[in-house]
């Protein structure tokens, strides 16, 4: 009987205690962030890697075999158009050419003579004095010395033509950024012309090459605004646009690119050949729209924690949706979006400019249920039932 009694002033203690804690239930409290729909401007940007260039870069090697005999320029040498910048031996030029006029003039006496003798022979062909075959063999021959004269002419010429290659003029306005030769050395065209310079037209106005992944090469048209930046100049950024999209793919490690070419003003001459530019491709700008942070558009009040027992919630079924709080009462507005740019979010149709949405919402005590007055609280009206702070168990 003794432990029935027990039991059953145990299960009242129970009830006293959950009957106790819901009429003295905590009021609940939440604390709102808003986010204001503004006009700003939004991009959609991709990112490459590139290399600056000159816009006009000239290699300038010689025709002719030989050796350097006079450099007039150096590294960063400033220079005009049809400026001489080296030379070559002419000696061996000069030989070349006059045993070629040599031939010329002994071309030229055959050819001569041979021209006389035709006439004649066609004379006394016409007055039937000699034999047809008499005839044809003084024209043969006069066609050979013809054809042999007209051989000898050429290749003066180009016994010439090679001798004023020996003088290597600028072809270009500009600067000399690479010399690959000094004075003395003997340079070879047996198969390919060798490069000596390499002259820049103006490095006022470079360009950068940049190497776009064939997933973004999509979006990179003509035109586009471009920032970049380089190791050389951590701190600043530069600007220039697409200039053109070049539809030949590169594949390196499996990976594909294309080269996009990117103006790059350089008035001050701080971005030199060279150099790699960390670029940024705007592929898409919209200016004066109205915005909101994405954050806005993913809050959700019915989510766990966030509704109170007094709170109402009109909600609704579109794919997209801001939040309002008035009181009580949360509000769902249906809007459009449009593009997305980093934490903000385009919204197309269903607010105005200024209007605030709830952001988010953190949930805790309402003001005034301190430490303080739960302290006073629970010393004031705690339950006979329950064990007390520095006295022993329940109820005897």
């Keep these: 009987m003794k432990k029935i009694i027990i039991f059953g002033l145990l299960l009242l203690a129970a009830a006293f205690c959950a009957w106790w804690f819901l009429i003295h239930e905590r009021p609940f409290n939440a604390t709102y962030a808003f986010a204001t729909v503004e006009r700003t401007t939004l991009s959609q940007s991709i990112t490459a890697t590139g290399t600056l260039e000159a816009v006009t870069k000239v290699d300038v090697g010689t025709q002719v075999s030989g050796i350097v005999s006079h450099l007039y320029v150096d590294y960063n040498s400033t220079v005009k158009k049809g400026q001489v910048i080296a030379e070559l031996d002419r000696t061996n030029l000069l030989s070349e050419l006059s045993s070629k006029k040599s031939a010329l003039a002994a071309s030229k006496s055959e050819y001569d003579y041979q021209s006389k003798n035709y006439e004649r022979q066609k004379k006394l062909h016409e007055k039937m004095m000699i034999s047809d075959a008499d005839f044809e063999n003084a024209e043969y021959t006069y066609m050979r010395a013809k054809s042999s004269y007209e051989v000898s002419k050429n290749d003066v010429a180009k016994a010439q033509t090679n001798l ?28 390919s012309t060798p490069t000596l310079f390499v002259i820049a037209q103006d490095l006022r106005d470079m ?48 990976v594909v690119t294309y080269e996009v070419v990117i103006t790059a003003p350089n008035p001050e001459l701080k971005l030199k050949p060279g150099l790699t530019a960390n670029v940024t491709i705007f592929t898409v700008e919209k200016d004066s729209v109205l915005a909101i942070s994405s954050k806005a558009l993913r809050f ?22 801001l939040w309002q709080r008035d009181g009580h009462v949360f509000r769902a507005r249906a809007v459009e979006v449009g593009m997305i740019s980093g934490t903000k979010t385009e919204i197309t149709d269903g ?23 739960k302290h006073d609280n629970e010393k004031k009206e705690t339950s006979p039932f329950m064990p007390q702070r520095g006295k022993r168990g329940g109820p005897r």
């Design 164 to 191: 004023g290659y020996a003088t290597i003029t600028s072809p270009i306005d500009g600067i000399v950024i690479s010399k690959d030769v000094e004075e003395g050395q003997t340079v070879a065209s047996s198969f």
């Design 300 to 321: 959700n009040p019915t989510s766990a924690g966030m509704v109170g027992k007094n709170d109402t919630v009109f909600d609704c079924t579109a794919k997209h949706k």
């Design 351 to 373: 607010v105005k400019e200024g209007e605030q949405f709830v952001l988010q919402m953190t949930t805790g005590e309402m003001p005034g249920a301190n430490n303080a007055n």
């Design 207 to 254: 360009q950068v090459i940049a190497n776009v992944d064939e997933a973004d090469i999509g979006g990179v048209k003509e035109g586009q605004r471009v920032s970049f930046s380089v190791d050389a100049y951590p701190e600043e950024t530069f600007n220039g646009k697409v200039r053109q999209v070049r539809q030949e793919a590169t594949t390196t490690s499996n």
